[in-house]
């Protein structure tokens, strides 16, 4: 066989297609399919022809529906929650990991204030209190609110700021309307205070770093 | 079975970065998501966009799966939500989630066929149906029982390599050979 002979590789796609192909084989078997169109082609076509063998092609049957939500996918950002598979602190950048120290720095006093509160809330309502430890989305057991969750739950769990965010977001919840507890009080005009201070001191810091040496 | 490990694999690569891998889940159950949508929204083009709908937001909410399901049984309760979400956007009857084509009223506001409905497409679905159905008759017997023992039965290549008493890397070759057939005959009907 040739290097030109598409065959190994493609009798691999068949393998991979029926969860056969040994794992050693099957990262290099996926990158292949998913960076050659003809071969992606070819997934599509023995897809289709499982589903007519199976009898599961609809009267209607779609033969553009994989480009169709491909052009949709290509045309919005990345899924936002795309860090909760791996903690933040491992996959982000070194200047993200900078920020990031400058942040909690910044936000030392509010998030100080905002842990005791936390720990004020705890003894108060356990069962609330958990709330912030749930950082993976609930898959589809509930899939109707899972789509809107993703994103707001993966900013809180990758930001320092999350148990401000927590907090604030607590009060506004239990809180009747136009009652705040003193801690919320403090949290809150810390929160005011504290975020445009900080985002002055990013972006004053990222100019620096712009700088050449 | 199978199925369910390299759809594990496949979401992993979609979870690390690589959209271009969704492709392959969206290629291996758009018929099946396609078909569910149709019980729900009967317009062949309006199914279509439901289940667009369904894939992509289950491409947003792939970062939170975490696998305790197979990805068909997250996916079809998604796209189950997105059409019976659909139908109230839509202000339409929320379903007795089983429509009736026998009922009269129902067939009328759901049955009927839009424009891009055509005539062509169901032909085409058909011509493709037939011409694979040909092919299978036509492959060599050993192919077409390795083929039909894999995609109908569901067996395993180990569960068919037992069955047809040769080695698992005969079978593997026999199933690519068959598909190879097929999609030999297949393919300048989709260019």
Redesign the interface.
Known sequence: MTAHDP?PT??QL????????PAPE??LA?RR???DPEL?A?????????????G????????D??D???Q???S?P????????TPPAATAPASAAGRWARRLGGLAVAASVAGLAIVSLQTGDPENASQPELV??????V??P??A??RS??RSAGNPDRLVSYYVSHVERVAPVGVQTGFSRIVMSEERVSRPREAERDSEAERREDKPE | ???????R??VQ?V?Q????????L???Y???I??LV?RYVRD?SE??DV??EA???A????????G??AFY???Y??A??TAK?YLVAAKRRPVDYDLDLQDPDQYEMHGRLKDT?TPE??V??EE??QT??QA?EELPDDLRTA??L???EGM??EEIATAMECPVGTV??R??RA??A??RQ??PL?D
Not at chain 1, 136 to 141: H, K
Not at chain 2, 17 to 24: E, L, N, P, Q, S
Not at chain 2, 59 to 66: I, T, V
Request: aromatic share 6%; glycine share 2%.
């Open positions: 065959s493609r009798e068949s393998a991979l297609l029926d969860g056969e192909l099957v990262d996926l399919v998913t960076r992606r070819t997934a599509i076509r023995y897809c289709l022809i499982t589903d007519v063998i199976r599961d092609l609809p009267t209607h049957c779609s033969l529906l994989v169709r939500v491909a949709s996918m290509d919005e990345e899924p936002a929650a795309a860090t909760v598979a993976v989305v609930p898959d589809a057991a899939p109707a899972a789509f969750q993703p739950i993966a | 079975m199978g199925n369910e490990t390299s759809d694999e496949l690569r979870q970065g690589d959209r271009r891998a969704f492709d392959i969206v290629a291996r758009q018929h099946k396609i078909k149709t062949p199914a279509m289940a667009q894939f992509l937001k491409y947003r909410a792939l970062p939170g799966f975490r305790e399901s049984t997250w996916m309760r998604i189950i939500n979400n409905d497409h169901m085409l679905t493709i149906r694979v159905n299978i083929i039909v894999r995609e109908v395993s290549y593997r070759s199933i690519f598909r190879e097929i999609d297949l393919k989709l």
